[in-house]
């Protein structure tokens, strides 16, 4: 064994560190590699780096000798079947050589966990054209009770970037709801600091004191784009940050839950005469297209919330085409 180095491929582009050595040397742990970077055994451009060091196209990584590095990678996991590939493809509105954009529907959860074998993560290699191609990256998630877009890149570059564009607040992001009575004002912004109570599945989150030691800072604007007499509304939600459930918890907050909220809301959320499953829906995205430009693609609504539409009496309009402006 000898030190190597790497340089960095443009599909790398703004990759972390560690991701970058768990993509060549996958049998090296978090601890292994913090040690080596505090040690500065892990240099970029012959500088001392860190885990969170984010790389940049053309940058030499100098790695040092690594145990087991020539060590077989593990098992492929099973291959998907023609079924779980036709699923994973039915849930495509937009592709192209960037990025894959989905209409998730709801209730499949988007990532694994205690109890969960079938999720989307599961079934991303049924989105390769070849079997040589890198294997599609989730960017980013939605509830599993949430229907609507879900944003894919077909490279881990390609899903560097994007998250850099989430994390930046550069994507706009439109949610559909039908909430419990009508909103006052019709418009506002939901400043509201959020806690989480529990852990794992069980975990809620919840209103927080402003002050708290736990409480983070959490933003939603909305709309009331139609309401039925004063009893259900059809909002328009923007979160202009990323907390876990933020719309659910801002909507209760407001008085107004979401119809058929299983988790928020308590029984005001559950109303007879209407389908009783989440009505929350990722609408619409717009975001910087890694080629250029600004990518905005809509997601026509789940059967269950349609249903509901026109059970109200609302208007149901059509997705937007997918478009890159």
Request: glycine share 8%; hydrophobic share 40%.
């Given at each position: 064994?000898?030190?190597?180095?790497?340089?960095?491929?443009?599909?790398?582009?703004?990759?972390?560190?560690?991701?970058?050595?768990?993509?060549?040397?996958?049998?090296?742990?978090?601890?292994?590699?913090?040690?080596?970077?505090?040690?500065?055994?892990?240099?970029?451009?012959?500088?001392?780096?860190?885990?969170?060091?984010?790389?940049?196209?053309?940058?030499?990584?100098?790695?040092?000798?690594?145990?087991?590095?020539?060590?077989?990678?593990?098992?492929?996991?099973?291959?998907?079947?023609?079924?779980?590939?036709?699923?994973?493809?039915?849930?495509?509105?937009?592709?192209?050589?960037?990025?894959?954009?989905?209409?998730?529907?709801?209730?499949?959860?988007?990532?694994?966990?205690?109890?969960?074998?079938?999720?989307?993560?599961?079934?991303?290699?049924?989105?390769?054209?070849?079997?040589?191609?890198?294997?599609?990256?989730?960017?980013?998630?939605?509830?599993?009770?949430?229907?609507?877009?879900?944003?894919?890149?077909?490279?881990?570059?390609?899903?560097?970037?994007?998250?850099?564009?989430?994390?930046?607040?550069?994507?706009?992001?439109?949610?559909?709801?039908?909430?419990?009575?009508?909103?006052?004002?019709?418009?506002?912004?939901?400043?509201?600091?959020?806690?989480?109570?529990?852990?794992?599945?069980?975990?809620?989150?919840?209103?927080?004191?402003?002050?708290?030691?736990?409480?983070?800072?959490?933003?939603?604007?909305?709309?009331?784009v139609d309401a039925a007499a004063r009893k259900l509304s059809w909002l328009a939600l923007s979160p202009l940050t990323g907390?876990?459930?933020?719309?659910?918890?801002?909507?209760?907050?407001?008085?107004?839950?979401?119809?058929?909220?299983?988790?928020?809301?308590?029984?005001?959320?559950?109303?007879?005469?209407?389908?009783?499953?989440?009505?929350?829906?990722?609408?619409?995205?717009?975001?910087?297209?890694?080629?250029?430009?600004?990518?905005?693609?809509?997601?026509?609504?789940?059967?269950?919330?349609?249903?509901?539409?026109?059970?109200?009496?609302?208007?149901?309009?059509?997705?937007?085409p997918c478009r890159r402006v």
């Amino acid at each position: 064994m000898s030190v190597v180095t790497l340089t960095v491929s443009d599909d790398e582009a703004d990759i972390r560190l560690d991701r970058w050595f768990r993509r060549h040397y996958p049998h090296l742990t978090q601890g292994a590699l913090q040690k080596l970077c505090r040690t500065g055994q892990v240099r970029v451009d012959g500088k001392r780096a860190t885990a969170a060091t984010r790389l940049a196209p053309g940058q030499a990584v100098r790695v040092p000798p690594i145990p087991n590095a020539n060590r077989p990678p593990p098992l492929a996991s099973k291959p998907l079947d023609e079924r779980q590939v036709r699923e994973i493809n039915k849930m495509v509105i937009y592709r192209d050589d960037h990025v894959i954009v989905l209409n998730k529907p709801a209730g499949i959860a988007v990532q694994g966990g205690p109890g969960i074998t079938h999720h989307i993560d599961a079934l991303l290699d049924g989105l390769r054209d070849s079997p040589d191609d890198p294997r599609p990256r989730l960017v980013h998630r939605i509830d599993r009770d949430t229907s609507g877009l879900l944003l894919v890149a077909r490279t881990p570059g390609v899903a560097a970037k994007l998250a850099a564009a989430f994390r930046g607040r550069d994507v706009r992001k439109i949610y559909w709801a039908v909430v419990v009575g009508r909103p006052s004002p019709a418009t506002g912004i939901i400043d509201q600091p959020l806690t989480k109570l529990g852990a794992g599945a069980g975990a809620i989150s919840v209103v927080a004191e402003r002050g708290d030691a736990d409480a983070v800072h959490a933003l939603s604007e909305y709309e009331v784009v139609d309401a039925a007499a004063r009893k259900l509304s059809w909002l328009a939600l923007s979160p202009l940050t990323g907390r876990t459930h933020q719309l659910r918890v801002h909507c209760e907050a407001l008085g107004n839950p979401i119809l058929g909220d299983p988790k928020y809301g308590g029984d005001i959320a559950h109303v007879a005469g209407f389908v009783d499953r989440l009505h929350l829906h990722a609408r619409r995205l717009e975001l910087p297209h890694p080629a250029g430009g600004t990518l905005v693609v809509e997601a026509e609504l789940p059967p269950h919330m349609r249903e509901t539409f026109r059970q109200i009496g609302f208007a149901t309009p059509q997705p937007a085409p997918c478009r890159r402006v």
